[in-house]
């Protein structure tokens, strides 16, 4: 990858003082060609805009496709999205009370509901391998330390609870599959 350090180094700034006797810039050697360095120095800048550029398409089809395949997967697994997912009120025009309602032990967002949607999900995404599921298992984990990440390293305690009812849970079958949840992360 081109660094963009080294781009004006054959430019020399207008700015630096100029030698009082002789009337020259002093850092400047007779003879530089302004010019030439100008065009020098876009020419690099138009290097690096084109490997940014293509650095970014690459990238970007790689997502595509690694979304796309993730799909395909989520499809030939027949998990069913509107299973997991929360189809209510927006979360953010829910009253206190409603918004109570969702967190209590019949809730839909209640600690065992969620957790029963974590392991259903991890499950049929694992299939009754073992090793699947210690690896689903780990993504869910990682999942749920990004999430920490985006609210500033700290989640309500409802989540550390949900979370740690989903991942026994996960380890149990984990142990009924024939496997050991020595191995896994924790």
């Known amino acids: ?20 006797k002789t009337g020259q810039n002093p850092k400047v050697k007779k003879g530089v060609d302004f010019k030439a360095a100008e065009q020098n120095s876009t020419l ?8 940014l550029t293509l650095n970014i398409k690459i990238e ?32 953010t025009e829910l009253t206190q009370d409603e918004a109570k309602s969702l967190i209590s032990d019949d809730g839909y967002f209640s600690i065992e509901n969620t957790a029963q949607r974590l392991f259903d999900f991890a499950v049929k995404m ?14 869910v984990l990682k999942g749920f330390k990004e999430a920490e990440g985006l609210f500033g390293g700290k989640l309500p305690e409802i989540s550390y609870k949900t979370i740690d009812m989903a991942l026994k849970m996960i380890d149990e079958k984990i142990r009924e599959f024939g496997g050991s949840v020595i191995d896994v992360e924790a």
Do not use: C
Request: proline fraction near 3%.
């Open 1 to 20: 990858m081109s660094n963009i350090d080294g781009i004006n180094k054959n430019i020399p700034a207008n700015h630096m003082k100029q030698n009082d």
């Open 44 to 51: 690099q800048v138009n290097k690096l805009l084109i490997e």
């Open 60 to 91: 970007s089809k790689y997502n595509f496709e690694t979304q796309a395949g993730t799909a395909g997967f989520m499809e030939s697994t027949s998990i069913d999205l509107s299973q997991i997912l929360y189809n209510g009120k927006p979360v």
């Open 126 to 139: 694992a299939g009754d391998d073992a090793e699947r599921l210690k690896v689903t298992r780990d993504a």
